[in-house]
């Protein structure tokens, strides 16, 4: 095992290159032993100023994509259905909202007109605590916001899926005149970005509906920040406008997790410019393929959202490579993950991918009554076991937690660095300080 050397020159890199990742809010900075070879680091260039909010929003909603500014289509008599996303993104939502609302009440719409609905699709409710610090004290006051509930008896129905299953959204948006969605612009495993028509499907529709589209086109010929051809992304978009989602408003996030811009607008055309601008700030070319890639889940912090880095990691790390995963858990794993993680491991060892597509297209779990997001992050651990070793580096999750998904755990990235050495001595090395956020591409 070669010696580690801190201050190195590393191959690739000029002599002031600083090797770090994200964890948490923090830059964690590492050195690599003698013998490494950097390829690439993803490191973005930060904005020197924080965008403001106040305006971007105001201007987006003064200059609509492909629609009308919403004074010249709304009425003070008509029921506005606002759909917002939940507290799993740290999107700028509250200012926007209030910008919103502003609006909302410069038209003469009364507060008693208003409903917002978090679009939970199939996470967690919000608490109360929650609420007030997701969206305000004020408007939690001032209006009627609620969860939205997938399991709920009175959802209305708005289309079917190819297969003919039927899709029903929240009965409010439904009932309301008009529904603004709002959301954020990032990378997204499936739907290639975050934002636009996710915000109706899944986020205020049916259980049944949302597990069926996630299993039948999960990590099938889909590609990290595309939009077309992408058949989980047209269909979400199919059913926001069967579900006649009227009017959006997303943030653009940057590789920080930071605001860069608000769009508004039609759900598709506006959410399409905001990609394209996402997709400017976050892509980055690979020259290669590397032994080991080192790579954050920064901006994710829920257990099992850390798990969606695997992705972009497998795309510039060599078959039969390591990928050293870290990122900062703010929260334990779902009851039953971990044990239906362990279990598939060991049911399906040899053929761990097929097993797993088998699964989804049979309909199965695999975590038995699980919500989708939770087989969704299972599938992403199966997927990268069947190509790469997995080193974890989380000081939060323990290490027989680690284990229990098949990852070897590390104590420290320094720690991590080493374990991947002993595998391969002299490797060629990625780094990606903030992989949640990144669409790798390769020359």
Same mark, same amino acid.
């Given at each position: 095992?070669?010696?580690? @050397?801190?201050?190195?020159?590393?191959?690739?890199?000029?002599?002031?290159?600083?090797?770090?990742?994200?964890?948490?809010?923090?830059?964690?900075?590492?050195d690599?032993?003698?013998?490494?070879?950097?390829?690439?680091?993803?490191?973005?260039?930060?904005?020197?100023?924080?965008?403001?909010t106040?305006? !971007?929003?105001?201007?987006?909603?003064?200059?609509?994509?492909d629609?009308?500014?919403?004074e010249?289509?709304?009425?003070?008599?008509?029921?506005?259905?606002?759909?917002?996303?939940?507290?799993?993104?740290?999107?700028?939502?509250?200012?926007?909202?209030?910008?919103?609302?502003?609006?909302?009440?410069?038209?003469?719409?009364?507060?008693?007109?208003? %409903?917002?609905?978090?679009?939970?699709?199939?996470?967690? +409710?919000?608490?109360?605590?929650?609420?007030?610090?997701?969206?305000?004290?004020?408007?939690?006051?001032?209006?009627?916001?609620?969860?939205?509930?997938?399991?709920?008896?009175?959802?209305?129905?708005?289309?079917? !899926?190819?297969?003919?299953?039927?899709?029903?959204?929240?009965?409010?948006?439904?009932?309301?005149?008009?529904?603004?969605? %709002?959301?954020?612009?990032?990378?997204?495993p499936?739907?290639?970005?975050?934002?636009?028509?996710?915000?109706?499907?899944?986020?205020?529709?049916n259980f049944?509906?949302?597990?069926?589209?996630?299993?039948?086109?999960?990590?099938?010929?889909?590609?990290?920040?595309?939009?077309?051809?992408?058949?989980?992304?047209?269909?979400?978009?199919?059913?926001?406008? +069967?579900?006649?989602?009227?009017?959006?408003?997303?943030?653009?996030?940057?590789?920080?997790?930071?605001?860069?811009?608000?769009?508004?607008?039609?759900?598709?055309?506006a959410?399409?410019?905001?990609?394209?601008? /996402?997709?400017?700030?976050?892509?980055?070319?690979?020259?290669?393929?590397?032994?080991?890639t %080192?790579?954050?889940?920064?901006?994710?912090?829920?257990?099992?959202?850390?798990?969606?880095p695997?992705?972009?990691?497998?795309i510039?790390?060599?078959?039969?490579?390591?990928?050293?995963?870290?990122?900062? /858990?703010?929260?334990?794993?779902?009851?039953?993950?971990?044990?239906? /993680?362990?279990?598939?491991?060991?049911?399906?060892?040899g053929?761990?991918?097929?097993? !797993?597509?088998?699964?989804?297209?049979?309909?199965?779990?695999?975590?038995?009554?699980?919500?989708?997001?939770?087989?969704?992050?299972?599938?992403?651990?199966?997927?990268?076991?069947?190509?790469y070793?997995?080193?974890?580096f989380?000081?939060?999750?323990?290490?027989?937690?680690?284990?229990?998904?098949?990852?070897?755990?590390?104590?420290?990235?320094?720690? +991590?660095?080493? @374990?991947?050495?002993?595998f391969?001595?002299?490797?060629?090395?990625?780094?990606?300080?903030?992989?949640?956020?990144?669409?790798?591409?390769l020359?």
């Amino acid at each position: 095992m070669p010696g580690f @050397k801190p201050g190195l020159l590393y191959h690739g890199l000029s002599p002031m290159k600083d090797l770090y990742i994200r964890y948490g809010h923090k830059k964690l900075f590492f050195d690599v032993p003698e013998g490494f070879n950097i390829l690439d680091v993803a490191d973005f260039e930060d904005n020197p100023v924080l965008s403001d909010t106040k305006n !971007l929003t105001i201007n987006a909603l003064d200059n609509p994509v492909d629609a009308l500014p919403l004074e010249k289509q709304l009425r003070p008599s008509d029921r506005i259905a606002i759909l917002i996303e939940d507290n799993t993104r740290n999107s700028p939502k509250k200012e926007i909202l209030k910008h919103l609302l502003e609006r909302l009440a410069r038209i003469s719409i009364p507060e008693s007109n208003i %409903i917002i609905i978090v679009a939970l699709g199939t996470h967690e +409710a919000l608490t109360s605590k929650e609420m007030i610090m997701t969206y305000g004290e004020e408007v939690i006051n001032d209006y009627t916001i609620i969860n939205h509930d997938p399991l709920s008896p009175d959802l209305m129905p708005v289309g079917k !899926l190819v297969s003919g299953t039927v899709v029903r959204i929240n009965r409010l948006a439904y009932e309301a005149d008009f529904r603004i969605g %709002i959301g954020s612009i990032f990378p997204h495993p499936l739907n290639g970005f975050g934002g636009g028509g996710k915000i109706m499907f899944p986020g205020i529709s049916n259980f049944d509906a949302i597990l069926e589209h996630h299993m039948r086109y999960a990590f099938r010929k889909i590609v990290l920040g595309g939009l077309t051809p992408n058949p989980f992304y047209e269909e979400v978009t199919a059913l926001a406008s +069967a579900g006649r989602l009227d009017f959006i408003i997303n943030s653009v996030l940057d590789h920080n997790d930071n605001l860069y811009n608000v769009v508004a607008g039609h759900p598709v055309n506006a959410h399409t410019k905001g990609a394209g601008i /996402c997709k400017k700030l976050v892509s980055k070319t690979f020259k290669n393929r590397a032994d080991i890639t %080192i790579i954050s889940a920064f901006p994710y912090t829920q257990a099992t959202q850390l798990m969606k880095p695997l992705e972009p990691a497998s795309i510039i790390t060599k078959e039969q490579g390591v990928i050293i995963l870290t990122g900062k /858990c703010t929260s334990a794993f779902r009851m039953g993950y971990l044990d239906a /993680c362990l279990a598939f491991r060991e049911k399906y060892k040899g053929r761990l991918k097929e097993a !797993l597509f088998d699964f989804f297209n049979s309909g199965q779990r695999i975590i038995s009554g699980g919500a989708p997001e939770l087989n969704m992050s299972i599938a992403q651990v199966i997927l990268a076991l069947e190509s790469y070793r997995v080193i974890l580096f989380s000081g939060e999750v323990p290490q027989d937690d680690a284990e229990k998904l098949g990852f070897i755990s590390a104590a420290t990235i320094e720690d +991590a660095i080493h @374990k991947s050495a002993q595998f391969i001595p002299y490797p060629t090395v990625n780094v990606v300080p903030s992989g949640g956020v990144i669409i790798p591409e390769l020359e």
